[in-house]
Protein backbone atom coordinates (compact mmCIF):
# COMPACT_ATOMS: atom_id res chain seq x y z
CA UNK A 1 0.00 0.00 0.00
CA UNK A 2 1.37 3.29 -1.13
CA UNK A 3 1.36 6.44 1.28
CA UNK A 4 -0.36 8.81 0.24
CA UNK A 5 -0.89 12.64 1.54
CA UNK A 6 -4.45 12.35 2.54
CA UNK A 7 -3.78 9.08 3.91
CA UNK A 8 -1.02 10.35 6.25
CA UNK A 9 -3.62 13.02 6.85
CA UNK A 10 -6.00 10.61 8.26
CA UNK A 11 -3.59 8.92 10.68
CA UNK A 12 -2.77 11.96 12.22
CA UNK A 13 -5.87 13.11 13.00
CA UNK A 14 -6.23 9.47 14.14
CA UNK A 15 -3.82 9.38 16.14
CA UNK A 16 -4.98 12.82 18.05
CA UNK A 17 -8.01 11.71 18.58
CA UNK A 18 -6.33 8.97 20.55
CA UNK A 19 -4.41 11.40 21.96
CA UNK A 20 -7.37 13.74 23.29
CA UNK A 21 -8.81 10.47 25.23
CA UNK A 22 -7.86 10.52 28.60
CA UNK A 23 -7.83 14.46 28.41
CA UNK A 24 -11.38 13.80 27.95
CA UNK A 25 -12.03 11.44 30.71
CA UNK A 26 -9.89 14.08 33.09
CA UNK A 27 -12.57 16.53 31.84
CA UNK A 28 -14.98 14.55 32.66
CA UNK A 29 -14.52 14.50 36.52
CA UNK A 30 -13.90 18.09 36.55
CA UNK A 31 -17.23 18.80 35.22
CA UNK A 32 -19.05 16.09 37.56
CA UNK A 33 -16.75 18.26 40.65
CA UNK A 34 -17.89 21.53 39.62
CA UNK A 35 -21.64 20.31 39.12
CA UNK A 36 -21.39 18.99 43.09
CA UNK A 37 -19.48 22.50 44.57
CA UNK A 38 -20.10 25.07 42.19
CA UNK A 39 -17.20 26.00 40.60
CA UNK A 40 -16.13 26.56 44.00
CA UNK A 41 -12.56 25.36 45.63
CA UNK A 42 -12.36 22.22 47.43
CA UNK A 43 -9.88 22.57 50.57
CA UNK A 44 -8.32 19.98 52.58
CA UNK A 45 -9.90 19.46 56.41
CA UNK A 46 -11.89 16.76 58.31
CA UNK A 47 -12.67 13.83 55.87
CA UNK A 48 -11.20 10.60 55.70
CA UNK A 49 -11.66 8.17 52.95
CA UNK A 50 -11.00 4.71 53.73
CA UNK A 51 -10.28 2.43 50.39
CA UNK A 52 -7.99 -0.23 49.56
CA UNK A 53 -4.44 0.03 48.26
CA UNK A 54 -5.33 -2.59 45.57
CA UNK A 55 -8.47 -4.58 44.84
CA UNK A 56 -8.40 -7.78 42.81
CA UNK A 57 -12.21 -7.04 41.79
CA UNK A 58 -12.98 -4.20 40.47
CA UNK A 59 -16.45 -5.12 40.14
CA UNK A 60 -16.75 -4.73 44.01
CA UNK A 61 -14.72 -2.50 45.87
CA UNK A 62 -15.18 -1.40 49.44
CA UNK A 63 -15.23 2.42 50.33
CA UNK A 64 -15.80 4.32 52.85
CA UNK A 65 -16.01 7.83 53.75
CA UNK A 66 -16.60 10.56 57.18
CA UNK A 67 -16.45 13.94 57.58
CA UNK A 68 -17.57 15.28 60.73
CA UNK A 69 -19.69 18.25 60.05
CA UNK A 70 -21.00 17.93 56.87
CA UNK A 71 -24.23 18.07 55.01
CA UNK A 72 -23.58 15.44 52.34
CA UNK A 73 -20.59 13.60 50.44
CA UNK A 74 -20.01 12.95 47.28
CA UNK A 75 -17.90 10.38 45.64
CA UNK A 76 -16.16 10.26 42.58
CA UNK A 77 -14.35 7.60 40.27
CA UNK A 78 -11.74 10.00 38.22
CA UNK A 79 -11.01 6.72 35.42
CA UNK A 80 -15.18 5.62 35.03
CA UNK A 81 -16.68 5.98 32.23
CA UNK A 82 -19.22 8.22 34.40
CA UNK A 83 -17.12 9.93 37.40
CA UNK A 84 -20.04 10.21 40.07
CA UNK A 85 -20.64 7.39 42.67
CA UNK A 86 -22.72 7.94 45.14
CA UNK A 87 -24.07 11.31 47.12
CA UNK A 88 -24.82 10.79 50.54
CA UNK A 89 -27.43 13.49 52.36
CA UNK A 90 -27.47 13.22 55.93
CA UNK A 91 -30.58 14.41 57.64
CA UNK A 92 -31.15 15.60 61.18
CA UNK A 93 -31.55 11.44 62.57
CA UNK A 94 -27.80 10.26 61.56
CA UNK A 95 -25.81 9.11 64.09
CA UNK A 96 -22.66 10.54 62.11
CA UNK A 97 -21.71 11.74 58.71
CA UNK A 98 -20.16 8.37 57.54
CA UNK A 99 -20.92 5.57 55.30
CA UNK A 100 -19.46 2.60 53.87
CA UNK A 101 -21.00 0.98 50.79
CA UNK A 102 -19.14 -1.09 47.86
CA UNK A 103 -18.52 0.45 44.42
CA UNK A 104 -17.14 -0.12 40.78
CA UNK A 105 -13.94 0.67 39.52
CA UNK A 106 -13.16 0.59 35.97
CA UNK A 107 -9.28 0.09 36.04
CA UNK A 108 -6.47 1.14 38.89
CA UNK A 109 -7.52 5.10 39.52
CA UNK A 110 -8.09 7.96 41.85
CA UNK A 111 -10.94 7.46 43.87
CA UNK A 112 -12.24 11.15 45.46
CA UNK A 113 -14.66 12.27 47.93
CA UNK A 114 -15.97 15.47 48.61
CA UNK A 115 -17.83 16.50 51.30
CA UNK A 116 -20.09 19.89 51.69
CA UNK A 117 -19.93 21.42 54.92
CA UNK A 118 -22.65 23.29 57.18
CA UNK A 119 -21.01 26.62 56.13
CA UNK A 120 -21.28 25.38 52.54
CA UNK A 121 -17.81 25.15 52.16
CA UNK A 122 -16.07 22.03 50.77
CA UNK A 123 -13.23 19.86 51.36
CA UNK A 124 -12.17 16.78 49.90
CA UNK A 125 -9.78 13.79 49.69
CA UNK A 126 -8.49 10.84 47.54
CA UNK A 127 -6.80 7.52 47.23
CA UNK A 128 -5.47 5.89 44.83
CA UNK A 129 -7.00 2.35 44.00
CA UNK A 130 -5.60 -0.29 42.17
CA UNK A 131 -7.38 -2.32 39.80
CA UNK A 132 -6.67 -6.12 39.08
CA UNK A 133 -9.75 -6.93 37.05
CA UNK A 134 -11.49 -4.11 36.08
CA UNK A 135 -15.73 -3.59 36.83
CA UNK A 136 -16.97 -2.61 33.57
CA UNK A 137 -17.53 -5.97 31.50
CA UNK A 138 -16.42 -4.62 28.51
CA UNK B 1 -36.56 -6.04 37.16
CA UNK B 2 -38.92 -6.53 40.18
CA UNK B 3 -38.64 -9.55 40.58
CA UNK B 4 -36.48 -11.39 43.47
CA UNK B 5 -35.80 -7.99 44.66
CA UNK B 6 -35.25 -8.50 48.92
CA UNK B 7 -34.06 -6.03 50.71
CA UNK B 8 -31.80 -7.01 54.12
CA UNK B 9 -31.54 -4.67 56.61
CA UNK B 10 -29.50 -5.07 60.29
CA UNK B 11 -30.64 -3.17 63.01
CA UNK B 12 -30.78 -3.32 66.41
CA UNK B 13 -33.65 -3.95 68.36
CA UNK B 14 -32.88 -1.92 71.83
CA UNK B 15 -31.06 0.84 71.99
CA UNK B 16 -30.37 3.63 74.91
CA UNK B 17 -31.53 7.43 74.66
CA UNK B 18 -29.15 9.12 72.91
CA UNK B 19 -27.26 5.95 71.70
CA UNK B 20 -25.57 6.44 67.84
CA UNK B 21 -26.71 2.64 66.51
CA UNK B 22 -25.46 1.08 62.97
CA UNK B 23 -27.38 -0.09 60.43
CA UNK B 24 -26.06 -2.47 57.98
CA UNK B 25 -28.79 -2.80 54.29
CA UNK B 26 -28.23 -5.07 51.51
CA UNK B 27 -30.57 -5.28 48.81
CA UNK B 28 -30.45 -7.84 45.63
CA UNK B 29 -29.67 -6.25 42.96
CA UNK B 30 -28.08 -6.53 39.36
CA UNK B 31 -27.68 -2.84 39.59
CA UNK B 32 -27.05 -2.96 35.37
CA UNK B 33 -24.90 -0.03 34.45
CA UNK B 34 -25.80 0.64 30.79
CA UNK B 35 -22.19 0.12 29.82
CA UNK B 36 -22.05 -3.80 29.58
CA UNK B 37 -22.95 -5.21 26.00
CA UNK B 38 -24.59 -8.63 25.11
CA UNK B 39 -23.22 -11.56 23.23
CA UNK B 40 -24.22 -9.67 20.19
CA UNK B 41 -23.35 -6.69 20.83
CA UNK B 42 -25.84 -4.23 22.02
CA UNK B 43 -26.22 -2.34 24.96
CA UNK B 44 -27.68 -3.89 27.64
CA UNK B 45 -29.88 -1.05 29.26
CA UNK B 46 -29.47 0.58 32.06
CA UNK B 47 -31.17 -0.73 35.36
CA UNK B 48 -30.16 0.76 38.66
CA UNK B 49 -31.46 1.51 41.73
CA UNK B 50 -30.96 5.60 41.91
CA UNK B 51 -32.01 6.08 45.71
CA UNK B 52 -31.91 5.16 48.74
CA UNK B 53 -33.58 6.88 52.10
CA UNK B 54 -33.08 5.80 55.80
CA UNK B 55 -35.88 7.76 58.23
CA UNK B 56 -36.60 7.40 61.81
CA UNK B 57 -39.49 8.30 63.08
CA UNK B 58 -40.17 10.67 60.09
CA UNK B 59 -36.57 12.56 60.51
CA UNK B 60 -33.79 12.01 57.64
CA UNK B 61 -31.01 9.49 58.58
CA UNK B 62 -29.29 9.50 55.13
CA UNK B 63 -30.66 9.93 51.89
CA UNK B 64 -28.25 8.66 48.63
CA UNK B 65 -28.38 9.17 45.43
CA UNK B 66 -26.51 6.04 43.67
CA UNK B 67 -24.99 6.15 40.30
CA UNK B 68 -24.27 3.35 38.05
CA UNK B 69 -21.17 3.01 39.56
CA UNK B 70 -22.05 1.06 42.93
CA UNK B 71 -21.69 -2.31 43.03
CA UNK B 72 -24.35 -5.38 42.31
CA UNK B 73 -26.39 -5.95 45.82
CA UNK B 74 -26.06 -1.97 46.85
CA UNK B 75 -24.71 -2.03 50.32
CA UNK B 76 -24.70 0.62 53.05
CA UNK B 77 -23.70 1.22 56.01
CA UNK B 78 -24.01 4.22 58.16
CA UNK B 79 -25.45 5.10 61.36
CA UNK B 80 -27.92 6.86 63.45
CA UNK B 81 -28.82 8.72 66.68
CA UNK B 82 -31.70 6.91 68.42
CA UNK B 83 -33.88 9.48 70.35
CA UNK B 84 -37.07 7.82 71.42
CA UNK B 85 -39.10 4.17 70.36
CA UNK B 86 -40.13 4.16 66.93
CA UNK B 87 -39.05 2.73 63.33
CA UNK B 88 -36.94 2.61 61.11
CA UNK B 89 -38.03 3.27 57.47
CA UNK B 90 -35.83 2.28 54.54
CA UNK B 91 -37.19 2.94 51.27
CA UNK B 92 -35.35 1.65 47.38
CA UNK B 93 -36.33 3.58 44.23
CA UNK B 94 -35.77 1.75 41.20
CA UNK B 95 -35.19 3.64 37.57
CA UNK B 96 -38.26 1.46 36.10
CA UNK B 97 -40.43 3.43 39.07
CA UNK B 98 -40.38 0.34 41.81
CA UNK B 99 -40.95 1.22 45.12
CA UNK B 100 -39.18 -1.36 47.38
CA UNK B 101 -39.45 -0.86 51.20
CA UNK B 102 -38.58 -2.39 54.71
CA UNK B 103 -39.35 -1.16 58.12
CA UNK B 104 -37.25 -2.30 61.35
CA UNK B 105 -38.53 -1.07 65.23
CA UNK B 106 -36.40 0.19 67.50
CA UNK B 107 -37.46 0.15 71.28
CA UNK B 108 -35.16 3.28 73.71
CA UNK B 109 -35.19 0.85 76.93
Not at chain 2, 4 to 13: A, F, L, N
Amino acid sequence: MKLTRRDALAWGLGATAVAMLPMRAFAAIEDSIAEFTGGAEAGSGDISLDAPEIAENGNTVPVSVAAPGAVAIRLFAAGNPTPGVATFNFGPAAGSQSASTRIRLAGTQDVIAIAQMEDGSFIQTAKTVKVTIGGCGG
Amino acid sequence: MASGVKPRVKSPKTASAGEVVTLKTLISHPMESGQRKDSDGNVIPRSIINRFTCELNGNMVVDVTLEPAISTNPYFEFEAKVDATGEFKFTWYDDDGDVYEDIQAIEVA
